[in-house]
């Protein structure tokens, strides 16, 4: 089946249909997080990290939910797209982020068990200055991330139903900032099971049907004949974007508090099983959304705007009942990564910054209150950021890479080595994030991960040998 | 003794340059090394992706189904 070129310029979804899985869906999130989050004790442990004793299912769910953002869907196809197979494992390769996070998270959970956020570990770690060179990190990072997802959630809309950009993005935020506002972790965590389901099973059906449409051995035909390059398996830029992507993963998740929530959020027994198991998992998503650009490259599609690919192409495919099938699985990817980011920047702000920073005397009942108006505040604030828009999800995405790599070294080191140093920690991180920005700028942005993790390491090994700490294990039980 | 170690050094920095220019040059004008996937490992990869995409459905509610029996879902 050859898929039309001009494509992407209408839209391949009725309003009404639309806007009548807009409806379902949002109902649905709002009604099952605000339920969920009337569960439990209703203390601040509670909203913030639903408990503190999810089981391997949710946990795994939850890993799987958040880590399958709305890049995932439609920057993946862009990397099988543009670099072929290499661009396909690259994408892969950050699940190896969530995998190799497992015995860190283990650690952390048996280090910390009153822990609540990464800035807590940093902070009882290394001191109060490297918590503000961490905290300028992970809040650049995360606005990124949450601009990400919101500027996809306006394309996706757009580019499916022929709705405003601005409109998508308010509806998914709106959603994701209702139920997390009303029901914290737990809402989050429940919605992640069911979102995370849908994804994958969706997934599978569009593929199948997609593959049956056009099927692998065609595929591979005309690949061979129009872009050889693609199908290179010994494309040296190629190795480089796929060790730079797992770099970058690994930052995102050693540092950032959405994996450190939870760590915490889980039994202590199924900490580690849950972080191996959604990580592998993961990996087949992107080879799965890839393939789908692989097919678009193939039939040679104009495409106006290269980020659209696959929800253009699944819906030329499968016509109507394909839209609607890729419209609820990037819809439940975009409010599954927003929640979690929404509900674990909280707690990181209200925690670290309210609590620990400005009001050590603050009441359980004042520091819930507090992790609520942040959710809220943050919803906000992503709309501002995201309401012009960017042309490529690629150039924000990489740009952080420089940022969260730098973070690998010290966190890992800090977690096993007694005598590292929190001097080195701070400069592994300033020259490694330094250093991978001049990288991004004058080299190639797909450097920029590679040459920040490079640097920390060795400024993080050099500065512990030179002046080795005793760091007593105890102080972060205090967390 | 000094200006013997110079020499030493000169002849030696001469004599790698003497073996390696010829091979840098012999890689610049060869071809970039290429390995097209063929059809069977493309098939493994992409049909291989979304079995291991369906199994993880099933594994998760598996899971979910015998931590809810135990009452261990939360």
């Known amino acids: 089946m050859v898929i039309s070129p001009t494509l992407a310029v209408q839209p391949f979804l009725a309003p009404g249909i639309a806007w009548a899985l807009v409806v379902i869906f949002s109902v649905l999130w709002i009604a099952l997080g605000v339920s969920w989050g009337r569960r439990g004790s209703g203390d601040a442990d509670d909203y913030m990290l639903a408990g503190r004793n999810i089981g391997l299912a949710l946990s795994t769910a939850t890993l799987m939910a958040s880590w399958v953002t709305g890049n995932t869907t439609l920057l993946a196809p862009e990397f099988g797209y543009r670099n072929g197979l290499w661009g396909m494992f690259s994408y892969a390769l950050a699940g190896l982020g969530l995998v190799l996070f497992a015995p860190l998270a283990l650690r952390i959970k048996t280090l910390m068990p009153k822990g609540r956020t990464s800035g807590d570990f940093i902070r009882l770690r290394y001191g109060r200055a490297a918590w503000w060179v961490f905290m300028v990190i992970t809040a650049t990072y995360t606005l990124g991330f949450l601009m990400t997802q919101a500027m996809g959630a306006g394309i996706l809309l757009e580019a499916l139903s022929g709705f405003d950009y601005r409109l998508g993005m308010v509806v998914v935020i709106g959603v994701s900032t209702i139920y997390t506002l009303y029901g914290g972790m737990r809402a989050v965590v429940g919605t992640d099971f069911i979102q995370s389901l849908l994804i994958m099973g969706l997934l599978v059906l569009v593929a199948v049907l997609a593959l049956r449409q056009f099927p692998v051995p065609e595929l591979h035909r005309a690949l061979v004949e129009e872009h050889p390059e693609r199908l290179n398996l010994l494309l040296p830029a190629g190795l480089l974007i796929a060790w730079n992507s797992a770099l970058f993963s690994m930052g995102e998740v050693f540092h950032n508090n959405i994996w450190w929530s939870r760590v915490f959020s889980s039994r202590a027994s199924v900490v580690f099983s849950s972080f191996v198991l959604g990580g592998l998992a993961w990996m087949t998503v992107p080879l799965v959304t890839g393939s789908i650009g692989l097919v678009a490259l193939a039939q040679s599609v104009d495409l106006p705007q290269v980020n659209m690919l696959f929800p253009v192409v699944a819906s030329q495919l499968l016509g109507a009942g394909g839209a609607a099938l890729v419209f609820v699985v990037v819809f439940a990817s975009l409010t599954s990564t927003l929640d979690s980011l929404l509900a674990s920047t909280a707690d990181l702000v209200a925690e670290d910054v309210v609590f620990k920073l400005l009001n050590p005397n603050m009441s359980d009942a004042q520091l819930r209150q507090a992790t609520r108006l942040v959710v809220l505040g943050l919803g906000l604030l992503t709309l501002l950021l995201s309401w012009p828009r960017l042309d490529s999800l690629a150039s924000v995405l990489f740009f952080t890479g420089a940022l969260v790599a730098s973070t690998i070294w010290p966190v890992a080191y800090g977690l096993y080595w007694p005598s590292a140093n929190r001097g080195a920690a701070i400069a592994a991180m300033v020259s490694g994030s330094a250093v991978g920005l001049a990288a991004y700028v004058l080299i190639a942005p797909y450097c920029a991960a590679l040459l920040s993790a490079a640097v920390s390491a060795v400024v993080m090994a050099v500065g512990t040998q030179l002046q080795p700490e005793r760091f007593d294990w105890l102080t972060l039980k205090e967390g | ?74």
């Open chain 2, 1 to 74: 003794m000094a200006r013997f170690r110079m020499t030493t050094r000169w002849a030696l920095t001469l004599a790698a340059l003497a073996v390696l220019l010829p091979v840098a040059k012999a890689g610049e004008a060869s071809a970039p090394p290429r390995w097209l996937a063929d059809l069977p490992l493309l098939q493994v990869l992409i049909y291989g992706s979304v079995a291991g995409l369906a199994l993880s459905v099933l594994i998760l509610l598996l899971i979910w189904w015998k931590e809810w029996r135990r009452g261990d879902v939360w």
